[in-house]
């Protein structure tokens, strides 16, 4: 006789034990890591999870077991971005209400490949993006927005849009800008694109007009709000009137800096930003959501026409006629999982003035670590920050020193800092995404870059 097959995630009772023993196993995997990730380094790490047995073993071990074991693990490894000396990358520490609403995301599954997979998830989506479009958009008339899983499918669509518009068009970007930029031209089997030098971090408006002078035919010009390694902003209002000048359209790659728009303190430093055509924004970075949550802003909705496609399984002509929304037009994806619930769920918990203040708080200890590298005596601050971004280094120290500082820290489990190349060094980076770190978790991180100079 056949064993009953396994619960299913909408039986709430079968559920809600398993959840127990998800978070008794993070807890119990935060405990044994004692730090912002494993120490070891990736052969330590590997050889522990490879010691966990069989990926497939003939007979299971049974939900719990299973749970226990590997999410007990998974945290055990993990690189923890709510650990405030984990300040490498943009990799946020997702709010628990987020991550709340995720798992009713995957309980639920709906897919918003048709509407009779997804009613209300797509209501709500049509609904968010909307708002969100509005936010980036104030002053146009038919903005919208498409769920992207992040800047490197947001900037994608952004060129594809633009190549539909124009053809075989030319992308000029800076130094500084992302490097799927250049992945999107290839697969969209466009130009390489032209690449602007930015010695200061940033576009230089004089710089790109004589990059666009020679240039015929239609062209896209990229500006970034929230450079990769520095966090800089390029001079938003400038470059529109530059490209505009020119004849070009404005993509601006925000996905790091657009977020601060919710911020009435700094939101001026995103002047220009509506003046773009497209603009992506991504909400796991600062805006706590668990990966992914990206949205592709546009400032005339008509311009997502071009995206339109016809699967008759899905939106069937007749279907479409007698009321049925289309979704397939909504992205370059066909099955897509519900990201806007948890996003949904944020922006009505917390509202405008709570996320911005929750972008207040990491731009303010982007200052503080400014200010405690700068009277550290042995280091080197690059720059005032802009968003929350923070590069230093040992005074006097060769790259190779500094590479070794990183990497010591990231295999004794102690700290994680990115690494970033500016004014022809290298420096470490830390990009503080924790609105709950404090005062003396940025004094220690300083004292161990100090410790493991002093090696």
Request: hydrophobic letters at 45%.
């Amino acid at each position: 006789m056949r064993a009953a097959p396994p619960p299913l995630a909408a039986d709430s009772t079968a559920l809600r034990p398993l959840v127990d023993a998800v978070l008794d196993a993070l807890r119990t995997g935060a405990e044994e890591r004692r730090g912002p990730l494993p120490a070891g380094g990736p052969a330590a790490v590997a050889a522990r999870v490879g010691a966990l047995g069989a990926v497939l073993p003939e007979t299971g071990t049974g939900p719990h077991e299973a749970i226990r074991t590997l999410v007990r693990a998974l945290a055990a490894g993990a690189a923890d971005p709510a650990h405030p000396l984990c300040a490498a990358h943009l990799h946020t520490p997702p709010l628990a209400l987020a991550a709340a609403a995720d798992l009713a995301a995957s309980a639920l599954n709906p897919s918003l490949d048709s509407w009779d997979q997804a009613p209300a998830a797509s209501a709500l989506e049509a609904l968010v993006t909307a708002a969100l479009a509005a936010e980036v958009y104030p002053a146009a008339p038919g903005p919208d927005a498409l769920v992207t899983t992040g800047g490197t499918e947001s900037n994608q669509l952004a060129l594809l849009l633009a190549r539909e518009r124009h053809g075989a068009i030319r992308t000029v970007v800076g130094a500084n800008a992302h490097h799927s930029f250049h992945r999107a031209a290839w697969l969209l089997g466009l130009p390489e694109p032209v690449v602007v030098p930015t010695p200061r971090g940033t576009v230089d408006p004089a710089a790109l007009d004589a990059a666009l002078a020679p240039l015929a035919g239609p062209v896209l010009v990229v500006a970034t709000a929230g450079t990769t390694d520095e966090g800089l902003i390029d001079p938003l209002p400038e470059l529109a009137d530059v490209a505009a000048a020119h004849g070009a359209e404005l993509h601006v790659d925000a996905a790091y800096g657009g977020p601060v728009l919710l911020s009435p303190t700094h939101r001026r430093l995103l002047e220009g930003l509506g003046r773009a055509r497209t603009v992506t924004v991504d909400l796991h970075k600062l805006g706590w959501q668990p990966a992914a949550a990206g949205l592709l802003a546009v400032r005339d909705a008509a311009d997502l026409a071009v995206l339109g496609h016809t699967a008759d399984y899905l939106n069937a002509d007749d279907d479409t006629e007698a009321g049925l929304p289309d979704l397939l037009g909504r992205s370059l994806r066909t099955t897509r999982r519900p990201d806007v619930l948890k996003v949904a769920v944020t922006l009505r918990a917390l509202g405008r003035s709570g996320l911005g203040a929750l972008v207040d708080a990491c731009m303010d200890r982007a200052q503080d670590l400014a200010d405690l590298v700068e009277k550290a005596p042995g280091l080197d601050l690059r720059a005032r920050p802009t968003l929350t971004t923070v590069l230093f280094r040992p005074q006097g120290a060769t790259d190779g020193t500094v590479a070794a500082i990183r990497r010591t820290l990231l295999a004794e489990g102690r700290a994680v800092l990115g690494r970033a190349e500016a004014d022809g060094r290298l420096w470490l980076k830390a990009t503080l995404l924790n609105p709950h770190a404090a005062p003396g978790d940025l004094a220690q991180l300083i004292t161990l870059v100090e410790g493991s100079t002093q090696r």
